[in-house]
C-alpha cells in the first residue's frame, strides 16, 4: 500500500514553528512541492466528549467530511456528591445517526480512563473496528468480557504491530509514534486529513533515564504536514519540579527498601503499573523473597501481561496470599490495589483489620508507590494517618522516590511544544485549570495566544482548509451519563438531587389511611423514618406530627368533594417538611403515603 500523508496545498499559517526563541528565523519546509497529491481541503472537526474538564472519561471524535474516527473511550469515577454512581461515561449524543460513519476507535493505551466506558460505547455505536496496540487490545476485551459475557465476539480488531503502521480510515491517514507512560504499549496517534495533521501521544511522560531503551524524543513530528495540532494531555502542567524521579533512581529506592526490610514489604501500587510490578517480580527473586498479588485487577493484569510475554513471572517466588503465613515476615512482599484509598480495596481492607491474611505490624514497611490522583487527596490522607498508627516504616513520595509518575510535568510540556512546534495547541485530558496552566506554559515560551485553544467537553472546534480555525458557537452535549449498576444513563440530575437529599439529612414517609365518605384520617398515621432522627428518642415530635396530618388532611378534604388527593399529598409534604424543618433545623425527604378506603 502506497501511504503519504495529505498537505495542504499552502499554509499561510506561520508562526511559532519558523521561529526559534531568539527569533531566527528557520528555513521553511515546503514538502507540498513534493506531494503533488494535495486535495482541496474540506472541514476537519475536533470534538472532545470528555476529558477536557475532568481527570478521565477521555474520548475524542474527530470527524471529516463522512468519516469519524474516535480517540479513546474512558470513564470517570465519581464526585463525592453523586452517591451511588459507579462510574461516569462520556455522553455520544453527537454520534447518534452517525454510527455508519464511524471508521474506527483508537485507544492509546489501556488505562481506565481511555478503555473503561468501551464495552457500553462500543455496544451502542454497532461496534466499529478498534485499534490499538496488544496489551491494550486485550485489557479492552477483558472489559468487556467482565461487562457481557461473549461480548468480545462482536469485536473486529485492527492490531498495532509497530509505530511505523500506517493505516487509512476513511479520509483520515493514520500513522503512531513511541511515548513514555506508566503502562506498558502506550502509544501517539498521528490523524491527518486534508486539512491538518493532529499529533496525539495519549498519556505521556519525558523519562530521562528509562529501563531497557533509549529517551523518546519527539523531534520527528516537527516533520509532518501542516498545520500541526498538537492536542497534549496536561496533567503535569503544574508539577514545576525541574526534574523528575527517574526509573532508574526510582526502582534503587525500591530495591534498597525491599531488601533491608526487618518485616514484611506491602507495595501498594496502581494495577496498570505492569512494567513495575514485573520489575519487583524478578528482583524478589534474585534476592529470595516471596510475592503475593493481591486485588482482582492486579491479579489480572499480571496474568495478561505474562500470557503476552510482556513479563516473566518467576515460577517460585509468586505464592498466593493464603500461604504467606508459611514464610518468615522478613520473606514476603505484597503487592496490592487501593493506593488512592479506595474503601473495599485491598489496602483498605489491611488497614481496617478486616483482611483474612494480612496483618500490619509495627517492623512492616508500606509503600506507596503511587501518586494521588486528583481529587483523592483527603482519603489517602486518612489512610496514610491509620497507616503511620500500626506502622513504623510508611514510604510514599513525599519521603522517598518510590513512585515515578505517568505523567509529565511543566518542563516537559515545554520541551514536548519545542521539539513537535505545532501551529496550534490545545491542551487536553485533565480539569479546565491545568489546561489554563498549560496554555500558559506554551505562551511563556512563545507560544502565539491566539493559537491555542482551550476546549471544553463538547466543544467543537473546525479547520477550514487554509482559514484560521474556530471555535463553533454550538457545542453538542456532553453531559453526564451515569452508570449505576446495570443502569446506564437512567439517572439522571432529578434522581441524584434526591440521593444527595436522602444522605443528608435521611427521609421520612407519613402513611395516611383516609375515609374517602368523611375525608378524615383513621387510626393514627404511621410513620417510617430513616437517617432522620432516631425514633425511640423523639416520640413527642412523632405525635406531633401525627396530629399535624391530621389536622392537615382535615383542613384540606374539607375543601369539597370528590377529594383531590394530589392536593392532599402535596400539603403532606409541603407542611410537614415545614413543621420539621422549624422544630429540627433538618430538611429529610419528606414522603406522604395516602391510602383512600
Ligand atoms: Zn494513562
Redesign the pocket.
Known sequence: MTFEFYYVTQQKTSSFPAQNRRGRRQPQRRQHHRYPQSIKAGVLKIIPLGGMEEVGRNMTVFEYGDDIVILDMGLQFPEEDMPGIDFIIPNISYLKGKEKNIRGVIFS?G?L??IGAAPILLKELGYPPIIGRDLTIALVKKRLEDYEEKSIKNLKVIRINSTEDRMNLGQFRIGFFNVE???MD?IGVILNTPSGTIIHP??WTMEKNPRNHLPITYNHLANLPRPKILMLESLGATDLRQSITTEEEMYANLEKLITEATGKVIIATFSSQIRRIGHILEFASQIGKQVALDGYSMKINVEIAKELGYIKVPKKTLISVKDLHKYPENKIIVLCTGAQGEGNAVLSRIMTGEHKYIKIRKQDTIVFSSSVIPGNERTIQRLKDSLYRQCDNVIHNDIMDVHTS?HSNAESIKEIIRQIKPDYFLPVYANHFFLKEAAKLAIQIGFPRDKIFVLDNGSILEFHGQQAPRINAKKTDASYVFVDGLGVGDIGQIVLRDRQMMAGDGMFVVIAIIDSQTGKVKNSPDIISRGFIYMRESKELLAEVRKKVRQIVEETTMAGHPINWTYVKDNIRDKIGKFLYNKTQRRPMVLPVVIEV
Open positions: 493505551h488505562h480512563d481511555h507512560h506508566s503502562i502506550a495519549g498519556d505517568g
